[in-house]
């Protein structure tokens, strides 16, 4: 197997230094090699998504060799961040994977969801002969993500944790999703801290990120570096969305991510249901993924503003659909309703085969609740397009389709500026990443201008040197 950099570990570094695998230019596929005395560690492992161009990264031979690395070190579990795991090992890494106990057990639900998803979308594609590939095959396999699993290892918030030849690394709750962390790695009196997807401050169901006290160099996300969450009332847009739409007869198809995006929207609904704000409608959540990752919510109540009666209440009136025979029959149902299905910005997963069923119909609703990346059939639909293709044919778009921003679980700008401010001295560098090129360079600009602090954003495959 050949690899685009050198292969042979690398000789003893008396400097720190970090190269840019993967989150920039765009919000998916964060990888952050960083190499210090003598030791290899990858900051992320996650999939690109959205644009074909992006996408083709993941089938190709990653920019080092997997076999030298000597850990991986997980923000958190979502896909972007972790769904390259399979293929490292695959390609020979055999190191650990360290990451929060939370996201270790998420990683169990989502790494061989996305397995099963690969494998089943690729034996679609040959059933129905839409692929451009004889036959077309899965990016990896259930068998790849198990493998991947038997490496990974939960640890500790708080605790600095050795890991070989003066390097060590922290994990603080950072408030974007159930396990996520910003994480510290510091060698001697040098600390380069990664803050990972930064939750917001008011988060409805996840507590405030920590405050970073201490950083030498900043690796920052920028999903919003360019926007502010409106002002807007989210528990009302989500009420006028669901009573229109009720009223049309119609249901409202909910795209949201498995884990995190998927319990807050259960959580407003049962709000909203309470408070009288919306009447009793059937509700769906047409994802195992999502239904085994809430019932981790009950086991990591410390992380949630919420309580274990609240969260169950929650669920009590919602069906999960877990069988492929189920999920068809909702398809035949008729409104109202709502369907909450994975995935979040409609690339894959069971939300396509609900798209295909009611996007036609102007009397539904395509509900987003978060950041749609360029390139993915979320962010064409938000766009306008009238069209979309799925499962190799176009389907019209008549239903009404809307975005309430409100919902991310991403702190906007000015949210991630109020974070920073906690930091006692500015960094000597602050890097922009996993970011959209506007709202990279627009998060460089507010911190430049407001804090005063040296910015970049970083090319892909760009290394850095930390004195």
């Given at each position: 197997?050949?690899?685009?950099?050198?292969?042979?570990?690398?000789?003893?570094?008396?400097?720190?230094?970090?190269?840019?695998?993967?989150?920039?230019?765009?919000?998916?596929?964060?990888?952050?090699?960083?190499?210090?005395?003598?030791?290899?560690?990858?900051?992320?492992?996650?999939?690109?998504?959205?644009?074909?161009?992006?996408?083709?990264?993941?089938?190709?031979?990653?920019?080092?060799?997997?076999?030298?690395?000597?850990?991986?070190?997980?923000?958190?579990?979502?896909?972007?961040?972790?769904?390259?795991?399979?293929?490292?090992?695959?390609?020979?890494?055999?190191?650990?994977?360290?990451?929060?106990?939370?996201?270790?057990?998420?990683?169990?639900?989502?790494?061989?969801?996305?397995?099963?998803?690969?494998?089943?979308?690729?034996?679609?594609?040959?059933?129905?002969?839409?692929?451009?590939?004889h036959p077309a095959l899965p990016l990896y396999t259930l068998a790849d993500a198990q493998q991947a699993l038997r490496q990974v290892k939960g640890v500790g918030y708080g605790k600095d944790l050795d890991l070989g030849k003066g390097?060590?690394?922290?994990?603080?709750?950072?408030?974007?999703?159930?396990?996520?962390?910003?994480?510290?790695?510091?060698?001697?009196?040098?600390?380069?801290?990664?803050?990972?997807?930064?939750?917001?401050?008011?988060?409805?169901?996840?507590?405030?990120?920590?405050?970073?006290?201490?950083?030498?160099?900043?690796?920052?996300?920028?999903?919003?570096?360019?926007?502010?969450?409106?002002?807007?009332?989210?528990?009302?847009?989500?009420?006028?969305?669901?009573?229109?739409?009720?009223?049309?007869?119609?249901?409202?198809?909910?795209?949201?991510?498995?884990?995190?995006?998927?319990?807050?929207?259960?959580?407003?609904?049962?709000r909203l249901t309470q408070a009288g704000r919306i009447g009793k409608i059937p509700t769906f959540v047409n994802s195992p993924m999502a239904a085994n990752a809430t019932s981790l919510y009950r086991r990591n109540l410390g992380e949630?503003?919420?309580?274990?009666?609240?969260?169950?209440?929650?669920?009590?009136?919602?069906?999960?659909?877990?069988?492929?025979?189920?999920?068809?029959?909702?398809?035949?149902?008729?409104?109202?309703?709502?369907?909450?299905?994975?995935?979040?910005?409609?690339?894959?997963?069971?939300?396509?085969?609900?798209?295909?069923?009611?996007?036609?119909?102007?009397?539904?609703?395509?509900?987003?609740?978060?950041?749609?990346?360029g390139g993915t059939r979320g962010a064409a639909m938000l766009a306008g397009e009238k069209s979309i293709k799925l499962h190799g044919q176009f389907v019209p778009v008549n239903a009404e389709v809307c975005n309430l921003d409100n919902?991310?679980?991403?702190?906007?700008?000015?949210?991630?500026?109020?974070?920073?401010?906690?930091?006692?001295?500015?960094?000597?560098?602050?890097?922009?990443?996993?970011?959209?090129?506007?709202?990279?360079?627009?998060?460089?600009?507010?911190?430049?201008?407001?804090?005063?602090?040296?910015?970049?954003?970083?090319?892909?495959?760009?290394?850095?040197?930390?004195?």
């Open positions: 197997m050949r690899y685009a950099r050198a292969s042979a570990p690398p000789t003893k570094l008396l400097r720190m230094k970090i190269t840019f695998c993967g989150a920039t230019g765009t919000v998916t596929g964060s990888k952050y090699l960083v190499e210090a005395a003598g030791t290899r560690v990858l900051v992320d492992c996650g999939l690109f998504q959205g644009y074909k161009q992006l996408r083709l990264r993941n089938w190709a031979h990653p920019p080092f060799d997997p076999r030298t690395l000597d850990a991986v070190l997980l923000t958190h579990a979502h896909i972007d961040h972790s769904g390259y795991l399979p293929l490292l090992v695959r390609g020979g890494f055999k190191g650990r994977v360290l990451c929060s106990h939370a996201t270790r057990d998420l990683l169990g639900i989502l790494l061989p969801d996305a397995a099963h998803l690969q494998e089943e979308e690729a034996r679609y594609a040959n059933l129905r002969g839409f692929s451009k590939h390097l060590s690394f922290r994990l603080t709750p950072n408030g974007h999703i159930l396990g996520s962390a910003y994480l510290s790695l510091k060698q001697g009196q040098r600390e380069l801290v990664f803050s990972g997807d930064l939750g917001r401050p008011h988060d409805s169901l996840m507590q405030a990120p920590r405050p970073v006290v201490r950083a030498d160099y900043l690796v920052l996300e920028s999903t919003y570096g360019d926007r502010l969450h409106a002002p807007d009332d989210a528990d009302r847009q989500l009420a006028e969305v669901v009573g229109r739409t009720a009223a049309r007869g119609g249901v409202v198809v909910i795209p949201a991510f498995a884990v995190g995006r998927a319990q807050a929207v259960l959580h407003r609904l049962y949630l503003r919420i309580g274990a009666e609240e969260l169950d209440a929650m669920c009590s009136d919602v069906r999960f659909v877990q069988s492929p025979e189920e999920s068809m029959r909702l398809n035949e149902r008729d409104g109202p309703m709502v369907i909450i299905s994975a995935s979040g910005m409609a690339t894959g997963g069971r939300v396509l085969h609900h798209l295909k069923r009611f996007a036609p119909d102007p009397r539904n609703t395509i509900l987003f609740a978060g950041f749609q990346a919902l991310s679980s991403h702190a906007d700008y000015a949210e991630i500026l109020d974070w920073l401010r906690g930091i006692g001295t500015p960094p000597r560098q602050v890097f922009i990443v996993h970011g959209e090129p506007a709202a990279a360079d627009a998060m460089r600009r507010h911190i430049q201008e407001t804090l005063g602090w040296n910015c970049r954003v970083p090319e892909y495959l760009e290394t850095a040197s930390l004195g």
